[in-house]
């Protein structure tokens, strides 16, 4: 069965550096997703990108959060100058786009980012 | 008020029971809903989805919306200690195309004790 992946499992960082998450959605999905759950609270929508661009974003994704399909298969979450509070598990998501039906969401098992 | 609002529990039940997992929301908007198992550390796995008001059945999951009332449901029958998980409520307001935000509740920790 086709899912969604996501490297790397665990990545650690020091405050104020950038940071990349990498994610390969469903090969037939066409809209990509990154939701992040802090420790012990709900899971956040941060973006949603169709067609090279960005279809919504929370206010939680601000200026220092990126993202980007540089290819055919893969879609990164980049935050250019972490901060501790963006300690927190990050999942991607991918759905197909659905003439006149439902948008069924496929999440990875996510990156837990840690910034010291 | 909160957009979804969920029992964080932790709900403790015997092999068995019948499980009953409830969300409430605000926004009257919200025509899609959805239910997500996450297992500790891991991604949420879509259980169930359904559209409006009206019951969906999977084996042995049953999915209830009353947008009335603005209130879901989850039931689980014949629970089993491999249920145990936390059970997100999950919801969008946009039905057809993509690109859907999904508003989330913050889990029903469920344990199915032997």
């Known amino acids: 069965e086709p899912e969604v992946t996501q490297t790397p499992s665990h990545q650690v960082t020091q405050m104020g550096q950038e940071v990349i998450l990498h994610c390969v959605p469903i090969?037939?999905?066409?809209?990509f997703y990154w939701y992040r759950q802090i420790l012990g609270q709900k899971v956040e929508f941060l973006v949603s990108f169709y067609n090279n661009e960005i279809s919504e974003k929370s206010e939680i994704f601000d200026d220092q959060f990126s993202v980007e399909r540089p290819d055919g298969s893969n879609f990164t979450l980049k935050i250019r100058s972490t901060k501790l509070e963006d300690s927190a598990m990050y999942f991607c998501a991918s759905s197909e786009a659905a003439s006149g039906g439902a948008d069924t969401q496929y999440f990875g098992p996510g990156t837990r980012l840690t910034v010291l | 008020q909160k957009e979804v609002e969920q029992d964080p529990g932790p709900l403790s039940v015997p092999e068995g029971a019948i499980v009953s997992l409830n969300c409430t929301y605000s926004?009257?908007?919200?025509?899609?809903f959805m239910w997500y198992r996450q297992y500790s550390r891991k991604g949420p796995e879509l259980l169930m989805y359904t559209y409006s008001s009206g019951n969906k059945e999977d084996g042995r999951f049953t999915a209830q919306v009353d947008k009335s009332s603005k209130y879901i449901s989850l039931f689980i029958r014949d629970s089993q200690p491999s249920d145990s998980a936390t059970y997100l409520c999950?919801?969008?307001?946009?039905?057809?195309?993509?690109?859907?935000?999904?508003?989330f509740g913050t889990g029903t920790q469920l344990k199915v004790e032997l």
């Open positions: 090969s037939n999905h066409l809209y």
């Open positions: 999950a919801m969008s307001d946009i039905l057809t195309g993509g690109g859907n935000k999904l508003t």
């Open positions: 926004n009257s908007a919200f025509q899609y």
